[in-house]
């Protein structure tokens, strides 16, 4: 992992959870925007499945399970799609506030898995 | 999505009995539904992940963790199908649980077979510290649940469903 790049990657998840649940709370429907947000938060999910394949060939090997990374982080990139199918099923102001807990849900799994990478 | 107009344009709040305040406050449950299958997805996958992995190092607070993650389970399937009796029962012994074990956790942590209380550390369960590990969400979550049911039970007069 890429300390640098996982913390944006928070940072990103958490803004895009705090948007979503206040556009939700709000009482909009899923939008560009929001749905946007998500597809964001997926890309940066799958850039960093490529780091984690990458990184240990280049001499950044984890140090705590991989396999348990692995659990987080394929679990990880199963829930924005999840969410966002939800929300196009399902187009209430509340599918908005679900985007932001997915959203939010991806920013503590990827602190998890920096915690697993470099406890 | 190219921007149908109405995405962005707000539901409207009806207050009062109607259709589409059910259908708003089934969208709140609609939340919780989506936060408890979230909380079960964790809870399960890290109980079995511990129980695989290490299971001597706490088989007791390892066995109540995949219990945890059951009950956050079946507490998921009831919200979403309207089970409302069942969803009551999971979800109080959710809270009675995380009462019970985090107290336990903090008074007692040998009895789980816990040397250490690190809310993110390899013995980290679900009702550990009262879900500290999971940002207090496992006590937040039921209370948030069993009022989610009396304010269901009081708006629909349906007292056999959600």
Known sequence: ?119 | MSGAQNTEEPEAAVPGGTSATRRAGSGVGRVLVAVYAVLAIAATGRSVFQIIDRFSEAPVAFLLSALAGVIYIVATIALAARLRTLALITISIELVGVLVVGTLSLVAPALLGLDSLDPFGRESTVWSVYGAGYLLVPLALPVLGLLYLRSRAGRTGRPTKV
């Open chain 1, 1 to 119: 992992m890429i300390f640098a790049f996982t913390i944006a990657q928070v940072i990103v998840a958490c803004a895009a959870g705090l948007l979503c649940v206040s556009i939700g709370l709000a009482g909009r429907r899923p939008n560009d925007l929001t749905l946007g947000g998500l597809v964001l938060v997926e890309v940066l999910l799958l850039v960093q499945l490529v780091i984690a394949l990458i990184a240990p060939a280049l001499g950044n090997h984890p140090r705590g399970s991989i396999p348990l990374f692995y659990v987080y982080l394929i679990s990880a990139l199963l829930i924005p799609p999840l969410a966002v199918v939800w929300a196009l099923i399902e187009r209430t102001r509340w599918s908005t506030v679900v985007l932001g807990v997915a959203a939010f849900a991806i920013a503590v799994m990827v602190v998890r898995m920096a915690q697993i990478w470099a406890p």
